[in-house]
């Protein structure tokens, strides 16, 4: 039985704190599309996407009118594409690239995840051909996403594919200086990547999955700053483990929604219901925004002593919230800091609140990285390499997912502001400090082994 | 010969109406599958379903739960219940919790519930209540398949003057999970 204030109180979180769901992401297995004859091989990934995704769109946007919970973004997360090819070189890769994005368009969805490698122990040479052709390929393509894992918590940290992936960092920004580099915002480079996660750029189907599934990221930040904000004109007086508990309810009421809708979606589709990534997404609108979170809870300046704590609190708290409103938890689940995404953190470090420094900081107590951070576009590759070894030592040693999304503006200096549009945002450009000539610590290459699993302290 | 009822009670709330009409239908042998009640602004209303395996009527039903309360204090009336035990909904229909708040002015049930109605949406359960801030009601209706959700949203806020009412429908389902530990969806 229903009570009164049970509907009111869910009620206000579509009136007041527009609850929606950030994606729905089908995951796709396409291993089975695996042809040596490359254009034979497209042409099977594109009838599969079309096969098995073809009515995704209208299946959300019916489970959308039934319960009236927005569903922001649709997606597709495919196998790894560099499993696919194993001798077709660079060229195969951008042939697949460009089917995967045609596809994609085919069946209407916002991005398609995938174009992915696992390097973190070595690379073959198909893995070597996908990095490689990464800069090509998103450049050319407006949909596709790129996820290189270069380090685990078991096997340590691939020094040699992150100095691969920089160049191709760089490659990509210079590829799409028009537009302010924006092909960077498309590749995440990962420690201990998830194979279930449905937010992009990293998201990709694990092979320990189905053939088939639907992944589901709750919604974003808002519905839980305003539920700090209702606690705090209720009880000014309320502490930090009121708030913790305010943030872990409604945590779970976010995931049940979540999970209500992947379900009903995946059983449209005939397919398995995966996970709900409980991550909180911000977009650039005002009110959808982790740093506003943060300022709700009394952190002013955000970048300022606290910061890190705070997030850590927030992070904790929707998990546990979470996990107790649903046994199918996964992908990334933590509060994501993406810069140029979130207007509260982007004003941050316009006015020189928020340092790179800090950001990093913060990213070793919440999912998910070092997240749509604009730098210098003279940025060189060595500094970037060193700063995605840095990032991703914090997710080796924690064993947690750490990313690294960079993006080096062309002909952009520290301090003046790169414009992404949409919900890739603005922000101003971080200053980086470069590693020096002479420096070769990440250009000595080879591996940084993996991190000792006892004496924790 | 077993009977089944449907009882309901009115009265001036007191402590213990339920107790002295349930005590009534222990002795005549029933047992209830059912109750739901409420008090509403000082007066308590009761309905109940019953069962009874000995030939109780109707009418020895109702006496002795009158005779549960002071002389005139208790309004009672006893239905037998017959054929389906639930209420002819057609097959498919969704669950959704409708509410509606604004100024408070006359007519304003009747101008939903006679939609509704017009609609073949059943109503399973219905509170309103007006007070100092404006008026609130809260359905639970039983929609049956076919119409979209936002266009039965839509046609029930053009019932008024734009603006006037704020009008929510949503899914059952969107309560129970949000609200309910052990929800388990069942598609």
Known sequence: MLRTEDIMSTLRMFQEEHLDVRTVTLGINL??????????????????????AGSMVRDC??????????????RLAVSPVSALSAGGGEEAFFRIAQSLNRAAEEVGVDLVGGFTALVQKGMTPAERALIRSVPRALSRTDRLCCGINVASTAAGINVDAINLAAEVILETADRTADRGGFGAAKMTVFANIPEDNPFMAGAYLGYGEADCVVNIGVSGPGVVKRAIERLLEQDEEADLGDIAEQIKKTSFRVTRVGELIGRDVAARLGVEFGIVDLSLAPTPRVGDSVGEILHAMGVTRLGSPGSTAAVALLNDAVKKGGVFASSSVGGLSGAFIPVSEDSALGDAVQAGDLTLEKLEAMTSVCSVGLDMVAVPGDTDAATIAALIADEMSIGVVNRKTTSVRIIPVPGKKAGEVAVFGGLFGRSAILPIRPVGEGASFV??????????????? | MPADFVLTVMSRDRVGIVAGLTEAIVELGGNIDAISQTVMKGYFTIIVTVQFANGVTADELASAVRHSGASGELEVSVKERRGAKTAPVPAGADRFILTISGPDRPGIIHRITSYLASRGINIEDLYAYSESEGFILMAQLEVPPGPEVERLQMDVEGLWPAGRMQVTLQHENIFLATNHVDFRQDL
């Open chain 1, 31 to 52: 291993l089975d599309c695996i042809d040596p004859d490359v254009s034979q091989l497209c042409r099977k990934v594109e009838l599969k996407i079309r096969r098995r």
């Open chain 1, 443 to 457: 250009q000595r290459g080879g591996r940084i082994p993996a991190p000792i699993q006892a004496l924790n302290n």
């Open chain 1, 61 to 74: 946007e019916e489970v959308s009118a039934r319960y009236g919970i927005p569903v922001v973004n649709k």
